[in-house]
């Protein structure tokens, strides 16, 4: 799994509330993402980051704001988590020493907005 | 904005057949392409990675290319066995001042036993 670690695994939360997702990675990786997964929509970008406090939107970024305060740590938070925010979230990792390198995925958070 | 498309969606093939899957990206300024294997309800497992300067990779009974000219990947798998029935994933790296992964929607394979 390439040291990556998402956590929680699972979740449930009601309409509203914040709700933060953490991936930390073992790797010392530069680079780190945010993708959620939708049935018909396959794998969207919603933020990244290329460094430490280094930050950029993806294509569905709304309702979502994201922080990276040390190399290895990579936070998601919804705001205030509405139903269509329900989804599979994945957190990515590539290195920085070599732009031909591999992407490796943690193995997602599933999160539900009830 | 890149745009990554895999056709067909889902491919249904008895085992034994040999296969290709299709990848097709619009990014003239691609650094790598990367295909993963993802199994219902799991996560992403990369396959393999094809730099730019290169045209294919192979690893067991994989095997993937890539045009840069055309625009175009394949993922070849020989002898097809049911525990290969999962979805395929191409990504392409664009280094290009973005750092974005874009990925395709995937082809669902089903290998008939």
């Known amino acids: 799994d390439a040291g990556i670690t998402q956590s929680p695994r699972h979740k449930v939360t009601e309409t509203g509330t914040p709700v933060t997702l953490r991936c930390h990675q073992t790797?010392?990786?530069?680079?780190m993402y945010w993708y959620r997964q939708d049935p018909g929509h396959g794998l969207r970008l919603i933020h990244y980051?290329?460094?430490?406090?280094?930050?950029d939107k993806g294509e569905v970024s709304d309702g979502y704001s994201v922080s990276r305060s040390k190399t290895e740590d990579f936070l998601l938070t919804l705001e205030s988590a509405t139903s269509s925010q329900t989804s599979v979230y994945f957190c990515?990792?590539?290195?920085?020493?070599?732009?031909?390198?591999?992407?490796?995925f943690g193995q997602g958070t599933r999160l539900t907005v009830v | 904005k890149q745009e990554v498309t895999q056709i067909p969606a889902a491919l249904s093939v008895p085992e034994g057949e040999n296969l290709v899957l299709n990848c097709s990206f619009t990014?003239?300024?691609?650094?790598?392409l990367q295909w993963f294997r993802q199994d219902p309800g799991k996560g992403l497992t990369s396959l393999l990675l094809?730099?730019?300067?290169?045209r294919e990779q192979t690893s067991g009974r994989l095997n993937a290319s890539l045009d840069k000219s055309s625009g175009r990947s394949t993922l070849y798998i020989a002898a097809s066995q049911p525990g290969d029935s999962a979805t395929y994933l191409c990504c392409e790296y664009s280094g290009a001042g973005s750092y974005q992964l874009t990925f395709g929607k995937g082809t669902k394979l089903s290998v008939i036993p």
């Open positions: 094809i730099q730019s300067s290169q």
């Open positions: 990515a990792i590539s290195a920085s020493n070599n732009l031909n390198t591999e992407a490796f």
């Open positions: 790797e010392n990786h530069r680079y």
């Open positions: 980051s290329y460094g430490v406090k280094d930050t």
């Open positions: 990014d003239s300024a691609i650094y790598n």
